[in-house]
T-cell receptor, first 116, second 116 residues
Framework: EPEVTQTPSHQVTQMGQEVILRCVPI?????FYWYRQILGQKVEFLVS????????KSEIFDDQFSVERPDGSNFTLKIRSTKLEDSAMYFC??????????????FGEGSRLTVL | AQKVTQAQTEISVVEKEDVTLDCVYE???????LFWYKQPPSGELVFLIR??????QNEISGRYSWNFQKSTSSFNFTITASQVVDSAVYFC?????????????FGKGITLSVRP
């Protein structure tokens, strides 16, 4: 069964460092998302991406964050200068444009970011 | 704005008991989608079910059943004959976007512990 894959599974970084989280969405999906879950809290929407541009972003997604689809398969989330409060689990997701599962998000297993 | 309320925070049951997880949602949109996700201790988000706002037919799938009531804006989830492997955090979520762009608003989650 096709799945969304994320790397790394866990990254530890120093405050102020740049971090790139990588995701490979399901191959025929066209909508991509990043969500964040601070430990013990709910899952929060960060950004959605379609047709090589951001379609929607939350107030959390400030200028320190950026997303990119550098090639036909990867979807990345970059945090330019990490802060302690960026420590969280980051989930990538993708969804199909058409078909019976339209709108259903398929999540990756998450990348845990720890900022020291 | 959309809102999902999961009033229960933690539930503990003994194996083989039935348990119902409550979810109440708020939206002004007439077309929306409701979801339940399971997050086991390993951290990934596992899709359980999606319901469309125009489909109030309740569903049973094995030990799982869902009760969607538009009149009370509720989308409750019941596990029959619970098992230890059901121990996880369960999230209810809402999406109001049409088409494939599916930005989810999550509830805070319910931690279910099933004791042997």
């Amino acid at each position: 069964e096709p799945e969304v894959t994320q790397t790394p599974s866990h990254q530890v970084t120093q405050m102020g460092q740049e971090v790139i989280l990588r995701c490979v969405p399901i191959s025929n999906h066209l909508y991509f998302y990043w969500y964040r879950q601070i430990l013990g809290q709910k899952v929060e929407f960060l950004v959605s991406f379609y047709n090589n541009e951001i379609s929607e972003k939350s107030e959390i997604f400030d200028d320190q964050f950026s997303v990119e689809r550098p090639d036909g398969s990867n979807f990345t989330l970059k945090i330019r200068s990490t802060k302690l409060e960026d420590s969280a689990m980051y989930f990538c997701a993708s969804s199909a444009e058409t078909g019976p599962n339209t709108g259903e998000l398929f999540f990756g297993e998450g990348s845990r970011l720890t900022v020291l | 704005a959309q809102k999902v309320t999961q009033a229960q925070t933690e539930i503990s049951v003994v194996e083989k008991e039935d348990v119902t997880l409550d979810c109440v949602y708020e939206t002004r949109d007439t077309t929306y989608y409701l979801f339940w996700y399971k997050q086991p201790p390993s951290g990934e988000l596992v899709f359980l079910i999606r319901r469309n706002s125009f489909d109030e037919q309740n569903e049973i799938s094995g030990r799982y059943s869902w009760n969607f009531q538009k009149s009370t804006s509720s989308f409750n989830f019941t596990i029959t004959a619970s098992q230890v492997v059901d121990s996880a955090v369960y999230f209810c979520a809402l999406s109001v976007d049409t088409g494939a762009n599916s930005k989810l608003t999550f509830g805070k989650g319910i931690t279910l512990s099933v004791r042997p």
